[in-house]
């Protein structure tokens, strides 16, 4: 089993990826494409901690920016000033929950690390920030590092490439060299779906995750309620539950170590069919 042989060091200890681990969304911002204000105010970001924690989340992922496309830019003082006091609430109230924190911004990383986050989920493969990856090397952290072309503002602008996997696996191949010589290892990659790709991109990408298995690193991906799967289907973000868990399936059966999910709940369903399904299987 593919992610069996990662472990990740979170809150001072050893954390297996198998079983494959959930990642729960908060959005501590007023304007993210399907949940917008839910988890505005830090009582609000706390009570989604606690709902997320309940339904099965492994990890919790905070942000501060809403990245969806077209997205008004945030500025550095606005993206902590959202930021900190849920994720020291959340942490003062979960101490063991291991937090991610979705960010591009170095000092926000920095900041993050020393509040009590564990990992830095990052969109922009350290292309927006020039101290990023030093903060990353500096903390020893795991980083999330993901595929994206162009900036959430102008990414889904016409996105071409001449072969969309083949290029997302330079990048990767590239930004794997460059982190190593900064020492840093504990990298976890995600492809970036709906990031700078059409639809025709994303699902290219998809059915290329077990090639991006030959990297060996954990693989994450984040498709959760996006118009990759609302948008063909004549359906919204919250009415594709069905086709979503469908994919996540697949992508937990092609060997992806993390899902990043809103829906919680389902997810952990698949997890854990996934794992009986596995035993049954090496019985």
């Not at 990383?109 to 927006?128: K, Q, T, Y």
Request: glycine share 6%.
């Amino acid at each position: 089993m593919y992610c069996a042989r990662f472990v990740l060091p979170l809150r001072h200890k050893a954390y297996p990826l198998y079983p494959p681990r959930i990642l729960g969304i908060i959005n501590v911002t007023p304007d993210s494409f399907s949940d917008g204000g839910e988890a505005y105010t830090p009582e609000a970001a706390l009570r989604r901690a606690d709902q997320l924690i309940q339904e099965g989340a492994d990890i919790l992922d905070i942000g501060a920016v809403s990245t969806r496309p077209g997205a008004p830019e945030v500025d550095e003082e606005e993206e902590l000033r959202r930021l900190l006091p849920a994720l020291r609430l959340i942490r003062r109230t979960f101490p063991d929950k291991p937090i991610s924190v979705d960010t591009y911004r170095g000092t926000v990383a920095r900041i993050a690390l020393e509040e009590g986050a564990d990992m830095i989920n990052d969109i922009s493969g350290g292309a927006f920030c020039p101290t990023l990856w030093e903060v990353i090397a500096h903390y020893r952290v795991p980083y999330v590092l993901m595929h994206i072309k162009g900036t959430p503002q102008t990414m889904q602008h016409n996105p071409t490439y001449t072969d969309v996997v083949q290029e997302v696996w330079t990048y990767f191949v590239e930004k794997l060299n460059a982190l190593r010589t900064l020492g840093i290892q504990d990298v976890i990659i995600d492809p970036g779906f709906g990031f700078g790709k059409a639809l025709s991109h994303n699902y290219a990408l998809f059915q290329a995750i077990p090639m991006f298995r030959r990297l060996e690193r954990p693989i994450l991906i984040g498709i959760s309620r996006k118009s990759m799967l609302w948008r063909p289907l004549g359906e919204t973000p919250r009415t594709v539950l069905p086709a979503m868990t469908a994919l996540h399936w697949e992508a937990l059966r092609k060997g992806v170590c993390l899902l990043r999910v809103h829906d919680v709940a389902p997810a952990r369903q698949l997890v854990s069919l996934l794992t009986l399904w596995n035993s049954s299987e090496s019985a």
